[in-house]
């Protein structure tokens, strides 16, 4: 029995060194061992996808406040001016030839 | 084959350091092939441990007393099931466990999020594997299950108390809470490390945040009900120390499920949120600690260990470790983004989350008291159920007020007058309740009162949630009010599944004001034929019977129950001697009314010489309320946790935009 637990350990032993090392084990090569980061553009660009994203989420809540009648009239015109501003920048500095003011949200999903 | 599961262990502990020193070193120089290298040991450890769990368990099915552990916790009459159970029911087995949890969701989730881990969060694999490592080595070093002896010819057997089939479940799902607090841990520290600020973290980490806070959430209730029907003394929740220890964790875990919804929304609150996550974690490893040092007696507590010094130890290195790192990406933390208004549904949010906070602190200060007492004066103190009683309710009723008035906010600001139109239906519905139960005499409890208008009022306001949200989808023309309001929750399961476990939380503060203020209770001593009044109930001392049952011997009281004259059937309460175990457990009786979710709970205490026997029964109005509402949370968190296709699909969207970024 002891044998049998012996010869299974030392197999799984074996095996455990042959997965951790099959990346080195790869043919061919990979041309690029380094690990991907962003450049500080592409952390901006980052940073306005999160932005757009945000505004444009904001926005759909703010509709779906207004409708459920969460939100008063005025609140609801004093907010929704800055959100379509701060999305059309976020879209604009993201594709500056297509980016334009979002319309009001037609169809209004819930928000979360 | 102890051997082989002592092997399996050593492998599991290498593979695991290798995941932490290969992986950081990895992730320090940017080298990817060394970071897959460390991913796949992460992978391999998983099996490796689960090798060495299914070497226990067959031990277990065998009873291999040659195995230590085997020898002390189980004997050849404890039933199959119980004989199993006891993997977690001893120290080394619990510590298994958790490696075995924790290599398993760790693995699982950095598969899952392979690539996002090889590009952006390298850090997220050697941080796993550190923690891992740390159980790894008090599982090979201090505290092996695979220990071996010369084999006796029976076992010492298992706890009685443990003998309880929510003892089956109860430990693991706790696990499953505590160890899933890991991942969040773990991907959020990964974050900091690699110096990302965005919140791909926190998309990564979202379903296992909410799966482990469900599992940690519905185990607390588990352990509940087995106190409940196990300790025998009446209550559900005692404010026991091993108790708070799951509770603490819980309460951290429910207030980054609020916070970080205000980050996602308005980029807020990212420090705050780092802290809690770090919390959380360090306060499961609290839990763990206090569950198995053996340093605070408790009911639950089951072991007296050496293993204290190294946890305390532990916590310390992660308490110490997060709280540099947060501070060193302070300023890639901190938001420019301000709360535009103290009426606003982030203000609700945050206002939530210093209240939960503040009572986790609370019950963290309880529990540590005695310590602390003992160690600076030599004095052993207890803190009793007052203190947490105290502010239970001092934190808990505002808590339970932002329930009903959170939802109804709008996000960013709202004025008072909408504020007011919002509230009037809640607010109106709660006095018409409040006025109801005083001409009902609930009066009697002022406390029991307050909870019942405020639970009203958190109710009123969910309902009113769904009316609003279906009427706004049927003006949009979605159909019939059904598809109105399967399409509402359908498109939103986050914000409605949250208001299911809303109303999970107020039917079980309903249970706990049902019991805790309005139950009765009468003891007696009876000789056969005298009866007994509790409430409306009757009971009859009809004599006493003994069985011999598998593993033990019960001896029971047999009462009569009858209310208004109606004969309700006969209830059995007494005990068991465990031969094995020497011991004895009071096994109660428990008479459930569905229709008016309360229990007739018998004990009875003492048998006398004279025939005679010492009865204690207890009237618990709508106790069963309580483990409703633990199936309401399971229903309202697995609204939360199905996948959204249209989300799924705006994100693969999102991601597909961040991945040209990236060089994968």
């Known amino acids: 029995m002891e044998t049998v637990a012996v010869l299974l350990a030392v197999l799984l032993a074996v095996a455990a060194v042959a997965f951790v090392a099959r990346p080195f084990l790869a043919e061919p090569e990979p041309e690029d061992d380094r690990i991907g980061s962003l450049t500080p553009a592409e952390q901006e660009r980052l940073r306005l996808l999160e932005r757009r994203d945000r505004a444009l989420g904001a926005l759909k809540e703010l509709e779906f406040d207004h409708r459920t009648g969460k939100i008063a009239d005025a609140d609801y015109e004093a907010s929704v001016g800055p959100l379509r501003r701060e999305a059309a920048e976020a879209m604009r500095a993201l594709e500056p030839q297509t980016a334009s003011v979002p319309e009001p949200v037609e169809k209004v999903d819930a928000p979360a | 084959m102890p051997g082989l599961g002592s092997a399996a262990l050593v492998v599991a502990f290498g593979l695991v350091l290798y995941a932490a020193l290969a992986g950081g070193y990895a992730a320090y120089r940017g080298r990817r092939r060394l970071l897959d290298s460390a991913t796949n040991a992460l992978y391999a450890s998983f099996a490796s441990v689960l090798l060495a769990a299914l070497v226990l368990l067959a031990a277990l099915a065998r009873h291999d007393f040659t195995f230590s552990y085997v020898a002390s916790h189980t004997s050849h009459e404890l039933p199959l099931g119980y004989t199993l159970a006891s993997f977690w029911s001893g120290q080394e087995g619990s510590l298994l466990l958790w490696l075995l949890v924790l290599t398993g969701i760790g693995s699982a989730a950095v598969a899952l999020n392979r690539r996002l881990?090889?590009?952006?969060?390298?850090?997220?694999?050697?941080?796993?594997?550190?923690?891992?490592?740390?159980?790894?080595?008090?599982?090979?070093?201090?505290?092996?299950?695979?220990a071996t002896q010369v084999a006796p010819a029976d076992g010492a057997g298992m706890n009685p108390s443990l003998q309880n089939p929510y003892m089956l479940a109860h430990p693991p799902l706790l696990y499953l809470g505590y160890v899933g607090l890991t991942i969040p841990f773990a991907f959020a520290m990964g974050a900091l490390a690699s110096g990302r600020a965005d919140e791909r973290w926190i998309i990564a980490?979202?379903?296992?945040?909410?799966?482990?806070?469900?599992?940690?959430?519905?185990?607390?209730?588990?352990?509940?009900?087995?106190?409940?029907?196990?300790?025998?003394?009446?209550?559900?929740?005692?404010?026991?120390?091993?108790?708070?220890?799951?509770?603490?964790?819980?309460?951290?875990?429910t207030a980054y499920l609020h916070s970080v919804m205000v980050q996602e929304k308005k980029n807020m609150l990212r420090v705050w949120n780092a802290v809690l996550v770090a919390g959380a974690f360090c306060l499961s490893l609290f839990g763990t600690f206090l569950t198995r040092s053996g340093v605070i007696n408790s009911i639950h507590s089951f072991t007296q260990s050496s293993i204290g010094a190294w946890f305390l130890g532990f916590i310390a290195v992660v308490a110490g470790a997060s709280t540099a790192l947060i501070l060193y990406r302070l300023p890639l933390l901190r938001s420019r983004t301000r709360l535009e208004s103290l009426i606003s549904r982030e203000a609700a949010f945050l206002y939530n989350n210093l209240f939960l906070v503040a009572f986790a602190l609370t019950v963290l200060w309880g529990v540590i008291y005695p310590l602390v007492s003992e160690a600076v004066r030599g004095v052993a103190v207890t803190v009793g159920a007052p203190y947490y009683d105290f502010f239970g309710i001092a934190f808990g009723l505002p808590l339970v007020l932002l329930m009903g008035i959170g939802p109804l906010i709008a996000w960013r600001r709202a004025s008072l007058r909408a504020l007011g139109r919002s509230l009037l239906w809640p607010a109106g519905t709660a006095v018409i309740v409040g006025i109801l139960l005083l001409l009902g005499g609930a009066g009697s409890s002022p406390a029991g009162l307050v909870g019942y208008t405020f639970a009203s009022f958190v109710l009123a306001a969910i309902v009113l949630e769904f009316v609003r949200g279906t009427r706004a989808r049927h003006a949009l023309g979605d159909g019939s009010w059904f598809a109105s309001f399967t399409s509402l929750v359908g498109r939103n399961r986050r914000r409605y599944g949250g208001y299911v476990v809303h109303a999970a939380i107020v039917l079980l503060l309903v249970g706990a004001v049902g019991i805790g203020g309005f139950g009765t209770t009468r003891e007696a001593k009876l000789a056969q034929g005298q009866s007994l009044q509790v409430g409306d109930y009757t009971l009859t001392y009809l004599g006493s019977q003994q069985e011999r049952a598998a593993n033990s011997q019960e001896l029971r009281a047999r009462l009569a129950v009858s209310r208004g004259g109606d004969d309700l059937g006969t209830v059995l309460a007494g005990k068991n001697r465990y031969f094995a175990e020497q011991q004895t457990s009071n096994e109660v009786a428990i008479r459930s009314d569905w229709l008016r979710a309360e229990d007739l709970f018998v004990i009875a205490d003492q048998f006398n010489p004279d025939g005679s026997v010492f009865v204690k029964a207890l009237v618990n109005p709508l106790v069963n309320l309580i483990w409703l509402a633990g199936l309401l949370f399971?229903?309202?968190?697995?609204?939360?946790?199905?996948?959204?296709?249209?989300e799924q699909r705006r994100l693969a969207r999102r991601f597909a935009e961040e991945g040209a970024l990236a060089r994968a």
């Open chain 2, 205 to 253: 980490t979202r379903r296992w945040t909410l799966a482990s806070w469900t599992f940690l959430g519905f185990a607390i209730l588990l352990g509940a009900k087995w106190a409940y029907e196990e300790v025998g003394w009446g209550g559900w929740y005692a404010w026991d120390p091993v108790e708070n220890a799951a509770l603490m964790p819980w309460l951290v875990a």
């Open chain 2, 117 to 146: 881990i090889r590009t952006v969060l390298p850090w997220t694999v050697p941080i796993l594997g550190a923690i891992a490592s740390f159980f790894a080595l008090l599982l090979v070093f201090v505290a092996s299950p695979f």
């Open chain 2, 634 to 646: 399971v229903a309202g968190s697995l609204i939360t946790l199905w996948p959204d296709a249209r």
